[in-house]
C-alpha cells in the first residue's frame, strides 16, 4: 500500500470511530427501563433486585412512575440494614465515621423513616426504637447490647424494630425528651464531659448542614455568653470582638436548653437533673467574672434576627423556649433542616452533591413537597433516585 492510500485509509478509520463515539456520547448510557431500575435499585437497597422486582420497577419508569419504582426498591430490607444504617451512623459520633456499631439514635431514625413519622420531630419527639427480637438483650439506658445484638445477628430492622418512649424507657419528663438529641448514643457522644456546646454545634452541622463558622455572625448581641470564654484571648480582644463573638453570640443562648443534661461515664446513662443546672456550665468562671452565669435551661435564637434569618425560622414558634425539646422544635421546623435532609438524600442517591441549576431546582421542588407533604422521608428518597436514576 502506498503511503497516500494509507493516510487515506487511516483518515477513513478515524473518521468512522469519531462518528461512532459521537453517536454512543449522544445516547443515554443508562437509557433502559430495566437498566435504569436496576441502578436505582442497587443505590436505595444495595444489593441487585430479584427479576420479579426488577421487571414491575421496569415497568414503572416505563409508564412514567419512577417515583413508584423507588418504592418497590425500599421494601427491601437492606434499605434499612444497610443503606438507612450508613445513611445516618455518621451523625451519632463527632468522628463522624460510618464504621460505628448501631445503637438508639441510628435505629430511631431507621424507625421513623419505615414508618413515615414526621421527620421535623426528629430533634424534639418522646420517641425512640427498639427491637423485639427473641434471643437479644433487653434496651438498657445504660448500655448499647440490645443494639449490639441486633447488628451482630444481622436482624432484619425493618421488620423488628417497634417504637417505644424515652419517658418510659429512660425515665424521662416527657418535657425533658427531645428526639434523637436525648438518646443515648447522642448522649454519650455530644454530652460526656465539656460544656455541652458540642451538641449544638453538632446538631447543626448534621441536621442543618451549617457548622459554626458558617453561621457567624459578629452583630448579635454578647449578653449570654459565659463566663468561661475569655474575652482577650492572648491578651488581645479583637480576638474575642472578631472571632469568638461570632459563635458564641448565638450558641451559648441556644446551647442554655441543655443546661440540665450529662452524660455519666460512671453510669454509662443520660442523666438529667431537673430544675439544677450541671456544673459544667459554671466552670472557668474567673475567665470573665462579667460573663454570663447559667441558672436555668431557658433559651433564646438571637438568629431570628441578622444575616442568619437565612436559616428560614418558622414564623409561627417564638423563637425562645425552655428545655431541648422547645430548641429541637426550633431547629427542626426550620428551612435549613429541611434543605439539609434533601440535600443528604441527594448526595446519597446521586452520587454527588447538586452541581447545576436543574439540580438545584430538584432539590427545592422536593424540600418543598418534603414539608408541605407532612416530613415524610421516603418520599424524599423516592422523589430523588427517581431524579438521578440517569445518572
Given at each position: 500500500?502506498?503511503?497516500?492510500?494509507?493516510?487515506r485509509?487511516?483518515?477513513i478509520?478515524?473518521?468512522?470511530?469519531?462518528?461512532l463515539?459521537?453517536?454512543a456520547?449522544?445516547?443515554?448510557a443508562w437509557?433502559?427501563?430495566?437498566?435504569?431500575a436496576?441502578?436505582?435499585?442497587?443505590r436505595?437497597?444495595?444489593?441487585?433486585?430479584?427479576?420479579?422486582?426488577?421487571?414491575?420497577?421496569?415497568?414503572?419508569?416505563?409508564?412514567?412512575?419512577?417515583?413508584?419504582?423507588?418504592?418497590?426498591?425500599?421494601?427491601?430490607?437492606?434499605?434499612?440494614?444497610?443503606t438507612?444504617?450508613?445513611?445516618?451512623?455518621p451523625?451519632?459520633?463527632?468522628?463522624?465515621?460510618?464504621?460505628?456499631?448501631?445503637?438508639?439514635?441510628?435505629?430511631?431514625v431507621?424507625?421513623m423513616?419505615?414508618?413515615?413519622?414526621?421527620?421535623s420531630?426528629?430533634?424534639?419527639?418522646?420517641?425512640v426504637?427498639?427491637?423485639n427480637?427473641?434471643?437479644?438483650p433487653?434496651?438498657?439506658?445504660?448500655?448499647?447490647?440490645?443494639?449490639?445484638?441486633?447488628?451482630?445477628?444481622?436482624?432484619?430492622l425493618?421488620?423488628?424494630?417497634?417504637?417505644?418512649?424515652?419517658?418510659?424507657?429512660?425515665g424521662?419528663?416527657?418535657?425533658?425528651?427531645?428526639?434523637?438529641?436525648?438518646?443515648?448514643?447522642?448522649?454519650?457522644?455530644?454530652f460526656?464531659?465539656?460544656t455541652?456546646?458540642?451538641?449544638?454545634?453538632?446538631?447543626?452541622?448534621?441536621?442543618?448542614?451549617?457548622d459554626?463558622?458558617?453561621?457567624?455572625?459578629?452583630?448579635?448581641?454578647?449578653?449570654?455568653?459565659?463566663?468561661?470564654?475569655?474575652?482577650?484571648?492572648g491578651?488581645?480582644?479583637?480576638?474575642?470582638?472578631?472571632?469568638?463573638?461570632?459563635?458564641?453570640?448565638?450558641?451559648?443562648p441556644?446551647?442554655?436548653a441543655?443546661?440540665?443534661?450529662?452524660?455519666?461515664?460512671?453510669t454509662?446513662?443520660?442523666e438529667?437533673?431537673?430544675?439544677?443546672?450541671?456544673?459544667?456550665?459554671?466552670?472557668n468562671?474567673?475567665n470573665?467574672?462579667?460573663?454570663?452565669?447559667?441558672?436555668?435551661?431557658?433559651?433564646d435564637?438571637?438568629?431570628?434576627?441578622?444575616?442568619?434569618?437565612?436559616?428560614?425560622?418558622?414564623?409561627?414558634?417564638?423563637?425562645?423556649?425552655?428545655?431541648?425539646?422547645?430548641?429541637?422544635?426550633?431547629?427542626?421546623?426550620?428551612?435549613?433542616?429541611?434543605?439539609?435532609?434533601?440535600?443528604?438524600?441527594?448526595?446519597?442517591?446521586?452520587?454527588r452533591?447538586?452541581g447545576?441549576?436543574a439540580?438545584?431546582?430538584?432539590?427545592?421542588?422536593?424540600?418543598?413537597?418534603?414539608?408541605?407533604?407532612?416530613?415524610?422521608?421516603?418520599?424524599?428518597?423516592?422523589?430523588?433516585?427517581?431524579?438521578?436514576?440517569?445518572d
Amino acid at each position: 500500500m502506498s503511503r497516500k492510500t494509507a493516510s487515506r485509509a487511516g483518515h477513513i478509520v478515524m473518521a468512522a470511530t469519531t462518528a461512532l463515539l459521537a453517536t454512543a456520547a449522544a445516547q443515554p448510557a443508562w437509557s433502559g427501563a430495566r437498566e435504569q431500575a436496576r441502578r436505582m435499585h442497587d443505590r436505595i437497597a444495595g444489593v441487585p433486585p430479584t427479576d420479579a422486582v426488577l421487571t414491575q420497577m421496569a415497568a414503572d419508569i416505563s409508564g412514567g412512575s419512577p417515583a413508584t419504582a423507588a418504592q418497590r426498591a425500599m421494601a427491601n430490607s437492606s434499605f434499612y440494614n444497610v443503606t438507612l444504617k450508613n445513611f445516618a451512623a455518621p451523625w451519632t459520633n463527632r468522628d463522624q465515621s460510618v464504621f460505628v456499631p448501631l445503637n438508639d439514635y441510628t435505629a430511631t431514625v431507621i424507625g421513623m423513616v419505615r414508618d413515615d413519622v414526621d421527620f421535623s420531630t426528629l430533634l424534639s419527639a418522646d420517641l425512640v426504637y427498639v427491637a423485639n427480637t427473641p434471643g437479644a438483650p433487653a434496651y438498657s439506658a445504660a448500655g448499647n447490647a440490645h443494639y449490639q445484638y441486633l447488628d451482630d445477628n444481622s436482624v432484619d430492622l425493618k421488620a423488628a424494630l417497634q417504637p417505644q418512649t424515652q419517658s418510659g424507657l429512660l425515665g424521662l419528663p416527657v418535657a425533658a425528651t427531645a428526639g434523637i438529641l436525648t438518646t443515648r448514643g447522642a448522649s454519650q457522644a455530644f454530652f460526656i464531659n465539656g460544656t455541652n456546646r458540642a451538641m449544638f454545634r453538632f446538631t447543626m452541622l448534621n441536621h442543618l448542614c451549617h457548622d459554626m463558622d458558617q453561621v457567624s455572625d459578629t452583630t448579635r448581641p454578647t449578653d449570654r455568653i459565659r463566663q468561661d470564654v475569655s474575652r482577650s484571648p492572648g491578651g488581645d480582644s479583637r480576638v474575642f470582638l472578631n472571632n469568638c463573638v461570632g459563635c458564641h453570640s448565638g450558641m451559648d443562648p441556644m446551647a442554655q436548653a441543655f443546661a440540665f443534661y450529662n452524660f455519666n461515664e460512671a453510669t454509662g446513662r443520660l442523666e438529667y437533673t431537673a430544675n439544677a443546672v450541671q456544673p459544667k456550665y459554671l466552670i472557668n468562671s474567673d475567665n470573665f467574672k462579667p460573663g454570663y452565669v447559667t441558672v436555668d435551661d431557658h433559651w433564646d435564637n438571637y438568629w431570628r434576627k441578622g444575616p442568619n434569618q437565612k436559616l428560614g425560622w418558622d414564623a409561627s414558634l417564638s423563637g425562645s423556649g425552655t428545655g431541648a425539646k422547645s430548641l429541637g422544635q426550633e431547629l427542626g421546623r426550620s428551612d435549613a433542616f429541611a434543605q439539609c435532609q434533601v440535600e443528604k438524600v441527594f448526595k446519597a442517591m446521586c452520587l454527588r452533591e447538586p452541581g447545576n441549576a436543574a439540580d438545584r431546582a430538584e432539590v427545592q421542588q422536593v424540600k418543598n413537597s418534603f414539608k408541605s407533604g407532612g416530613y415524610k422521608m421516603k418520599q424524599v428518597f423516592a422523589d430523588t433516585a427517581a431524579y438521578c436514576m440517569g445518572d
